[in-house]
């Protein structure tokens, strides 16, 4: 059975049309943070990349290790999570520029040919909030700008293959782990929402299965930062080859993606 909705899959904030909730509560949702912890002070100020290159770092896709869970990451979908961008070259209605092409399968169906067994995010778009800074904003497309949500690149090294990405600032200091946070170790750990926008923790790489110790090396930026890292749980991306489409390299999809 197909298990795709009118639900939204972001990647920080970033609507994908995805799994997880079904359409009637989707518009309420889209608005949601986490209403139900309180902004802390105790939170670290993040800050994100400096001398950020948008057009390398969209220029190949990014393959997810970790992620955390909120309203339309769900840990079923745990497989082969792969983050894919296009350059439209042009500005739609909305004024966007970035198509966003997000895919994840379930793994608990082995079916992998089947795409309907896939959770995937199409007709998304993105802008540039601060293009220096890696601050960016995503949406589906048909939805103006203002409705779209933060995408933040925190961490980011094109040499060394990974990125840390954020739906934002961490808000909500995580009471179920300790206070490892910060440069020194000894501050609260933070988290963002649990809704829609303003939610949500990636650990990306450019390879599908990196060195040993890559993941671990962006937990530890993350801690650094003050994100609580108890929040993300694993993605397994073996026998993912072959079925998840290439849109950054060309083909159909790319060319579907760039029209207006």
């Known amino acids: 059975m197909i298990k795709f909705s009118t639900s939204f899959f972001f990647f920080g904030g970033l609507a994908s049309l995805f799994f997880s909730k079904p359409s009637s509560t989707a518009a309420a949702l889209f608005f949601a ?43 079923d979908f745990d497989r082969c999570v792969t983050a894919q961008y296009v350059d439209k070259g042009y500005k739609t209605f909305w004024g966007y520029d970035i198509g966003v092409y997000n895919v994840a399968f379930s793994s608990s169906d082995n079916n992998d040919n089947d795409n309907d067994n896939a959770s995937r995010g199409g007709d998304l778009c993105a802008f540039a909030m601060d293009e220096s800074g890696g601050q960016l904003k995503v949406a589906p497309c048909f939805l103006p700008k203002w409705t779209a949500g933060p995408y933040w690149v925190v961490a980011y090294d094109e040499q060394e293959g990974y990125a840390l990405i954020s739906g934002g600032p961490p808000k909500y200091v995580d009471n179920n782990t300790d206070p490892i946070c910060g440069e020194d170790g000894n501050l609260p750990c933070c988290k963002t929402g649990n809704g829609i926008n303003n939610s949500g923790l990636w650990i990306f790489t450019r390879e599908r299965n990196p060195s040993n110790g890559l993941v671990d090396k962006v937990q530890q930026i993350a801690l650094a930062k003050g994100y609580s890292t108890r929040v993300l749980f694993n993605v397994d991306q073996s026998s993912c080859d072959g079925i998840v489409p290439d849109v950054v390299n060309g083909g159909n999809l790319r060319r579907r993606m760039a029209l207006p």
């Not at 770092?57 to 339309?72: C, G, L, R």
């Open 33 to 75: 943070d986490d209403f139900a912890a309180d902004a802390a002070d105790e939170c670290l100020t993040v800050e994100t990349v400096q001398d950020f290159d948008l057009q390398t770092y969209i220029s190949k896709p990014w393959y997810v290790q970790q992620q955390a869970e909120n309203t339309y990451t769900s840990r």
